[in-house]
């Protein structure tokens, strides 16, 4: 139909008359109520607190549980997960966490590409484990909180790997190095009132970079030999040498112990003498008797034949058996 050509009773037909008009109006104003009553009331969960806006002005927080505010746009409410552990993650993304953890396969390599203080190249993953203290500021203070928040992350990091050596990042260092990007983050994140407080920073892998990771792992294995046969010597010296000190020490000692006893040996031999002399000097006739005697109690037994005759008597020549022992 041409509308050029419809007369003013044909438009009447689609015009609704007096009571359909009313009915559609009370239907429209029926949603309206409905819409600024649905708007009336909100729900905040257990680990969330709701920060209402009136006309874009901060007005109040609202505690977990049923709330009420005026309807939009009037009051906005903005719901913050302030017990909740938020997480951000560099040079990698979590598809799926569980048992058997799904990574993202898209390049990364932007973000966790970096230089080290010794002008070497690493590739650092990491995390960052955060939370929301104050909801005002995290909303207010700063207009892309996480974007922000990223940006932040990977400045320090980058700041904090070029100061040190790329055997640092990989091996030893680790831990110091995610310390420092913590403390750091926390004071920068009070600098710009974000709200945020820093629980961790986690290195999740560290790694040279692809084309170059093959010479890297044969100079990790030439370093792992040296160290290992360092061990090993060190372990062969304090073997042999402990052992031979103790043998050393227990020749000297032995050697002092012979020392000592032959020295008291001596002083006690001369103590000795001189008692005896000095006895022989008070007694002399005694003392000859005495060392008479001794020396023929050890003479006598080993003589075989012994002939006791009298001083005076003669003629004793016939008493000895010269051919004994002589054969004939």
């Not at 990007?181 to 974000?194: D, G």
């Not at 022989?280 to 002939?307: C, F, G, Q, W």
Request: glycine share 6%; net charge positive; charged share 30%.
């Amino acid at each position: 139909m041409d509308p050029q050509r419809l007369n003013t009773a044909e438009l009447h037909q689609f015009i609704p008359s007096g009571p359909q008009l009313r009915s559609v109006i009370g239907l429209i104003a029926l949603v309206l109520v409905a819409i600024v009553f649905w708007n009336l009331w909100f729900t905040v969960e257990p680990e969330e607190v709701g920060v209402i806006f009136r006309f874009g002005k901060y007005v109040r927080e609202a505690p977990p549980g049923l709330n009420f505010k005026l309807p939009d746009p009037i009051e906005k409410v903005i719901k913050v997960p302030v017990q909740r552990q938020l997480k951000e993650e560099f040079g990698f993304r979590t598809e799926l966490a569980g048992v058997r953890t799904r990574y993202a396969s898209r390049d990364l390599k932007d973000e966790s590409l970096m230089l080290t203080g010794d002008l070497n190249v690493a590739v650092v993953n990491w995390s960052t484990q955060y939370r929301i203290r104050d909801p005002y500021k995290f909303l207010v203070k700063v207009r892309d909180q996480r974007a922000t928040f990223r940006d932040m992350n990977e400045a320090i990091m980058r700041e904090v790997v070029g100061d040190e050596t790329v055997n640092d990042v990989l091996t030893v260092g680790r831990q110091e190095i995610a310390d420092k990007v913590k403390t750091r983050l926390q004071k920068l994140c009070n600098e710009y009132e974000m709200g945020i407080e820093v629980d961790q920073v986690v290195l999740q892998n560290v790694n040279p970079p692809d084309p170059v990771k093959p010479s890297f792992n044969e100079v990790n294995q030439a370093q792992q030999e040296r160290e290992k046969m360092i061990n090993n010597a060190k372990a062969e010296y304090n073997r042999i040498i402990p052992r031979a000190r103790g043998r050393a020490l227990q020749t000297i000692e032995k050697a002092k112990g012979y020392a000592t006893n032959r020295i008291n040996r001596a002083i006690g031999d001369a103590k000795f003498f001189e008692s005896i002399l000095k006895a022989y000097k008070m007694a002399p006739n005694v003392t000859e008797r005495r060392m008479y005697l001794e020396t023929m109690d050890s003479i006598y037994p080993k003589i075989k034949h012994k002939i006791i005759i009298d001083k005076g008597m003669k003629g004793i020549l016939p008493l000895f058996s010269l051919n004994a022992g002589v054969r004939p």
